[in-house]
């Protein structure tokens, strides 16, 4: 069955730095997202992208962020500035044209700021 | 916020069914419920969604009450791989929405030997 995928899977980045999640949805998908859960806390929404460019962003996704699908596989997440409370687990998930809530999510990146 | 309630936690024995039920008093016309869980250290999963009839997948079945305020979705056979913790969410569903998952705190639902 075809999944989405997440690189890398741990991330270490000192505060201040830039760090860019990597993403491949599933192919025949044109709908990408990306979600973060900080540990113990609820999965919360922070982007949706289509058609190339962005669909709706929560408050969460400030000018810190962008996202882009640089070819025709990889969705990535950018964070410009790591701040330390940037410490969570990034989802990213995929759906089809035909059902956008039935979202296939990746099994995430661990992204530690020190 | 999240628009639905669920029970904090729930036990089911292996090879029993597991029923868990959600409330969503203020559903409107146009949003489906959907069932997403998260088994440790992994991503969502998808479930099932429906709008106001039963529904029924390899997965799960998803019974939603004729006035639509609440729902449960049942796993036939619990299996301790089925240990996680369920979602339910409503969501819009219409040709300009791609839109987000609002995610509550869900269900950890506990299948014991």
């Known amino acids: 069955e075809p999944e989405v995928t997440q690189t890398p899977s741990h991330q270490v980045t000192q505060m201040g730095q830039e760090v860019i999640l990597r993403c491949v949805p599933i192919?025949?998908?044109?709908?990408f997202y990306w979600y973060r859960q900080i540990l113990g806390q609820k999965v919360e929404f922070l982007v949706s992208?289509?058609?190339?460019?962005?669909?709706?962003k929560s408050e969460i996704f400030d000018d810190q962020f962008s996202v882009e699908r640089p070819d025709g596989s990889n969705f990535t997440l950018k964070i410009r500035s790591t701040k330390l409370e940037d410490s969570a687990m990034y989802f990213c998930?995929?759906?089809?044209?035909?059902?956008?809530?039935?979202?296939?999510f990746g099994d995430g990146t661990r992204l530690s700021i020190l | 916020d999240a628009k639905t309630t669920q029970p904090t936690s729930m036990d089911c024995a292996e090879g029993r069914a597991a029923n868990l039920p959600c409330n969503h008093s203020?559903?409107?016309?146009?949003?489906?419920v959907y069932w997403y869980r998260q088994i440790h250290s992994q991503g969502p999963q998808y479930i099932i969604h429906g709008l106001k009839n039963n529904e029924t997948n390899e997965m799960a079945s998803l019974i939603i009450t004729e006035d639509r305020k609440s729902s449960t979705l049942i796993l036939p056979h619990a299996t301790l791989r089925d240990t996680a913790v369920y979602y339910c969410?409503?969501?819009?569903?219409?040709?300009?929405?791609?839109?987000?998952?609002?995610f509550g705190k869900g269900t950890k639902l506990s299948v014991k030997p």
């Open positions: 192919s025949n998908h044109l709908y």
């Open positions: 992208f289509y058609n190339n460019e962005i669909s709706e």
């Open positions: 203020t559903i409107s016309g146009n949003e489906y």
């Open positions: 998930a995929s759906s089809e044209i035909g059902a956008p809530g039935a979202q296939h």
């Open positions: 969410i409503v969501r819009v569903e219409n040709g300009g929405s791609q839109g987000n998952l609002i």
